[in-house]
């Protein structure tokens, strides 16, 4: 048990919330700020579901299940954030800048101008080096298209794939392979010919329109536990919510469109103004059963793309820059971590590698990955075949995200369900936004404002509890 609350002060919660991932820890932030009282339930012994950190025992260097990329744009995340005052552990750019590792040749820098937006992006990509002049005239179809689309109701976006999308704009196989894909790959991790246009587009939009620092990355100064789930859960409970970790749901009891009460593995009966259901789709049968009786329909056409993440500490500093993407490479990002922890170039170096839509890589085993990798990172960087990899760590996570695949918008749940009462939260609901942060977020967000609302209508209509 955690936050100290004995059984009867959490027996009648205004709002009971399953799951304590980042949807549901954003659905308790806003609940306790506004003075309900919460009790969340988490199955595993730790919060943050698919967000996570831990400290690796021989550097002491906090390792994520996974890097995540966070951006101006996400205005969601940023306010959560500055709730939870943990906005000072991140850094954001002041412009766009990404650095492009070409192999044996060097690098290209793809860098916004300080100009307004989206001239600032739009300069930035008319300088890129990596593509010919005509492929960055061309571009511009790009910029124009999500001008005058609406990504949420263009049913031509929501009907193909981004490969489809762009090849109708006239984009080359270069600017595909050099630019679209890398950036498609590691915002929606799956292939451009599986992936929503819509999804990409809304991505493009909200980073490269609107303001200035939309298209700046940030990036997390320590590990993401102590960035986006530590802070949150000490709020939480300071603002008078209780934790539950290692607590399972195990007996619901419906009444007429609502739920009476639900039982949960520690015995404790729980009767709760609302409930709040934060977990992932693969979860929700654990919960609801078929979900059917609820309203929760689809959820076994959801298909999980994974990520793998290779953490690689080396006894000498070859890589100098914060992150790179490579090209014509099966990684796709890399990280130095050691960079972005502050550690500069004292001690080892620390790299975090990511392969997005991995669907290939994550049956390999930890030494091929490693091997593979290090002769991979030999082609782009001169000094890393004399480095010698200390340790390592490979983290396969199989189930990282749905696959935004064309016609997943028309599956995915909104956040109010045929129960008054019940409400979904998490990145795979229909939050317009494809598997990120800024979505399990926003679900949230979006999750308590309905629950604060429906609360209210009970007390004035006199039927709370």
């Known amino acids: 048990m955690s936050g100290g609350t004995r059984e009867s ?236 970790l290692s607590t399972t749901v195990e007996n619901i009891v419906n009444g007429h469109r609502a739920i009476e009460s639900v039982r949960l593995s520690s015995g404790v009966t729980v009767r709760p103004g609302a409930v709040i259901s934060a977990v992932p789709y693969f979860d929700i049968p654990k919960v609801f059963g078929n979900g059917e009786e609820v309203g929760i329909h689809h959820t076994d056409q959801f298909v999980s793309s994974p990520i793998v993440t290779l953490h690689l500490w080396f006894d000498r500093h070859f890589m100098h820059e914060n992150f790179a993407a490579l090209l014509d490479s099966p990684l796709h990002w890399i990280f130095n971590k050691s960079k972005l922890y502050g550690h500069g170039e004292d001690g080892l170096l620390y790299l975090s590698i990511v392969i997005s839509g991995a669907d290939e890589m994550v049956e390999r085993s930890k030494e091929t990955l490693t091997a593979d990798a290090r002769a991979e990172l030999s082609k782009y960087y001169p000094g890393a075949a004399e480095a010698r990899i200390v340790h390592s760590v490979i983290i396969k996570e199989k189930r990282a995200t749905f696959s935004p695949s064309v016609g997943i918008e028309k599956i995915r749940p909104p956040f109010a369900t045929r129960y008054t009462n019940v409400f979904l939260a998490g990145d795979w609901t229909d939050t317009k936004l494809p598997a990120t942060i800024e979505g399990a977020i926003l679900s949230g967000r979006k999750c308590a404002a309905l629950v604060r609302d429906t609360l209210k209508q009970h007390h004035l209509n006199g039927e709370f509890r």
């Open 9 to 244: 002060n959490y027996s009648t919660p205004d709002v009971l919330i399953i799951g304590g991932g980042l949807a549901g820890l954003s659905a308790a932030v806003e609940l306790t700020s506004a003075g309900h009282s919460v009790l969340l339930v988490e199955q595993k012994p730790r919060l943050g579901g698919r967000v996570y950190s831990y400290v690796h025992p021989e550097t002491g260097d906090e390792v994520d299940n996974g890097q995540h990329l966070l951006m101006g744009c996400y205005t969601e995340t940023l306010a959560y954030l500055k709730r939870i005052s943990a906005l000072e552990k991140i850094t954001i750019q002041k412009n766009l800048s990404i650095t492009f590792r070409k192999r044996s040749t060097g690098t290209a820098h793809l860098t916004a101008l300080p100009f307004p937006a989206p001239f600032n992006v739009l300069f930035g990509l008319l300088r890129l080096n990596t593509l010919s002049l005509l492929d960055r005239v061309l571009l511009l179809r790009v910029g124009l298209d999500l001008l005058i689309k609406d990504p949420d109701a263009n049913e031509y976006l929501h009907s193909v794939t981004v490969e489809q999308w762009l090849d109708g704009l006239h984009q080359s196989e270069r600017s595909k392979k050099y630019l679209w894909d890398i950036i498609a790959i590691g915002a929606l991790n799956d292939s451009t010919d599986k992936i929503s246009a819509a999804l990409f587009a809304k991505v493009l939009k909200s980073a490269f329109f609107g303001k200035r620092r939309n298209s700046s990355l940030a990036f997390p100064r320590s590990g993401l536990s102590s960035t986006l789930v530590d802070p949150a859960g000490g709020y939480v409970r300071n603002n008078g919510g209780t934790i539950l």
